[in-house]
């Protein structure tokens, strides 16, 4: 965690009260502000909230998909702390989403991930991570149009997942969604970011201090 951090949850005291898509705030538990350290180089984006996130207001925890991506994170060496926590010890990464609440019957529209557009770039900006990891479909788009210069419906998340596409100021490492994964997809994806991603300097797209 950067040295100047307190906390993990929230690092950026972003408003947990917003009120700004009147279809999710009546309906969510918590709103999931990004969880990490604001100094991490990687940074993985999901499309919302689980049912476990939307439960406790922290990313990416209480589902067995949850469960993966914090496996995922462990084998990297980002995680200190069992798959199933319900805060994760984290280094070098943060965890955040598109849209910080969760309808429970439906994924959120362009609209509400648009309005919640201001809360991610704020966190990509003052953390300016290395590496962006996209997961699902729908991130990937919505990533594209504004850090890689081909069109968002040229891709694909699944013929680019565990890749590395080079983007405006970033790289992105495209992952499938988690609840889509099967192992072998999962082993290609650490083996792709341990062989191909750690193993060079990635950190020449900005020339990041060293850590």
């Not at 502000?33 to 406790?56: I, K, M, Q, T």
């Not at 980002?78 to 955040?96: H, K, W, Y």
């Amino acid at each position: 965690m950067d040295a100047e951090q307190d906390t993990l949850e929230n690092p950026f005291n972003m408003d947990s009260d917003c009120e700004n898509c009147p279809g999710l705030c009546d309906v969510r538990s918590n709103v999931a502000h990004g969880y990490g350290d604001v100094g991490g180089e990687f940074l993985f984006v999901g499309e919302r909230p689980s049912d476990g996130a939307d439960d406790v207001g922290i990313p990416f925890t209480g589902g067995e998909a949850d469960e993966r991506l914090q496996r995922i994170l462990g084998d990297l060496g980002f995680a200190r702390s069992p798959p199933d926590s319900d805060r994760p010890d984290l280094q070098n990464v943060f965890l955040t989403y598109l849209t910080r609440c969760r309808h429970p019957d439906r994924r959120p529209t362009d609209e509400e991930i648009r309005t919640c557009e201001p809360y991610l770039n704020a966190e990509i900006r003052m953390i300016n991570p290395e590496i962006l990891v996209p997961i699902g479909q729908r991130t990937l788009e919505s990533l594209a149009i504004d850090y890689t210069t081909r069109a968002p419906d040229s891709f694909d998340v699944r013929e680019e997942h565990a890749t590395t596409i080079r983007g405006r100021g970033f790289e992105l490492v495209p992952m499938l969604d988690l609840d889509e994964q099967t192992e072998a997809d999962t082993e290609a994806f650490v083996d792709h970011m341990l062989e191909s991603v750690f193993a060079r300097d990635y950190r020449q797209t900005k020339g990041r201090r060293g850590r």
